[in-house]
């Protein structure tokens, strides 16, 4: 799996966008990009996925540049409640369910 | 549908003890992991399961053995503790070519 490279820490304004940046210029071909959050030492959650067209579900939007060599995780209004650590992951999808491997990630400090 | 459920939620153990830490899921998922994660660190795959009866390594296996009898259920045992195991351990399930893992919310182990 191709590896990623994250801030390490990033701050945000309650209310605002929260842009959250990912480079991973070794991406193969067939590797899709995964965005997990952990807050306050839970267990990881998953947030958004793609390949290499715009995603955006009730929680984020993904952002993949044309070359797919990085993206950005858009939280639309950041609340207190999104101040965590984002990890950015690039994996196969098929075939091998839970295999992540996780980089140091962005901590996210959303301030009132 | 209680998700993935991992016992006990805190552990102290002294060293050259044995425990084993339990984890269920109730979603019907093929694939099963454990990850530990040390201060400041992301995630670290131990090992994983695609089945009932199949399990393999992951990054960092060494002082863990693991078994795969039922599709619900996948323990981790520490066989002779080490301080070097004290970490944060969680199991993650997900569906064989399923994008959403899913994540226990942890079991805090110390060995003194």
């Known amino acids: 799996d191709a590896k990623t490279t994250q801030p390490p820490s990033m701050d945000c304004a309650e209310g605002r966008a929260a842009n959250l940046p990912c480079n991973h210029s070794?991406?193969?071909?067939?590797?899709?990009v995964y965005w997990y959050r952990q807050i306050h030492s839970q267990g990881p959650q998953y947030i958004i996925h793609?390949?290499?067209n715009n995603e955006t579900n009730e929680m984020a939007s993904l952002i993949i540049t044309e070359d797919r060599k990085s993206s950005t995780l858009i939280l639309p209004h950041a609340t207190l409640r999104d101040t965590a650590v984002y990890y950015c992951i690039v994996r196969v999808a098929s075939n091998q369910g839970g295999k992540l491997i996780f980089g140091q990630g962005t901590e996210l400090s959303v301030k009132p | 549908n209680a998700g993935v459920t991992q016992t006990p939620k805190f552990q102290v153990l002294k060293t050259g003890q044995s425990m084993t830490l339990q984890c269920a899921q109730d979603?019907?998922?093929?694939?099963m992991s454990w990850y530990r994660q040390d201060p400041g660190m992301g995630l670290r795959l131990i090992h994983y399961?695609?089945?009932?009866?199949?399990?393999d390594q992951g990054e960092v296996p060494n002082g863990y053995n693991v078994s795969r009898s039922t599709t619900e259920d996948f323990p981790l045992r520490l066989l002779s503790a080490a301080p070097s195991q004290t970490s944060v351990y969680f199991c993650?399930?997900?569906?064989?070519?399923?994008?959403?893992?899913?994540f226990g919310e942890g079991s805090w182990l110390t060995v003194v």
């Open positions: 399961s695609v089945g009932a009866g199949i399990t």
């Open positions: 993650a399930s997900s569906y064989f070519q399923g994008n959403t893992i899913y």
């Open positions: 793609g390949l290499k």
């Open positions: 070794t991406i193969s071909g067939n590797e899709y």
């Open positions: 979603m019907n998922h093929e694939y």
